[in-house]
């Protein structure tokens, strides 16, 4: 498949990872440990998840912002603008919660 985006993305990428190899000054052993801590985790059937841990959450706030919050494990996601909630006809709103407030003090 030619995909010039793809393409360009990907070489950046080649680019990075041998910027910051440099930069950290990885050794071949460094390296080695790096490569089959991912090979291992493809193995186990969680090849998706150690990229989703290190790079999804950036990825996805990248096609979220500017009118999203970032992504979050904890959620939930706000977009500007949403309905009001109402104490009637759903779960009730609760009260704000005020830090520091001294109380009766």
Do not use: W
């Amino acid at each position: 498949m030619h995909n010039q985006r793809l393409i360009e993305v990907f070489t950046d990428f080649e680019r990075t990872i041998i910027d910051f190899i440099r930069r950290n000054k990885v050794n071949a052993a460094e390296y080695q440990v790096a490569v089959e801590t991912i090979i291992a985790s493809i193995e186990h059937g969680e090849g998706s998840m150690i990229f989703d841990t290190f790079f999804e959450a950036s990825a996805t706030d990248e096609s979220s912002l500017p009118t999203g919050s970032p992504q979050s494990m904890a959620g939930p996601f706000h977009r500007p603008g949403p309905p009001r909630r109402t104490r009637t006809g759903g779960p009730q709103a609760p009260a704000p919660l005020h830090l520091g407030a001294s109380r009766g003090r």
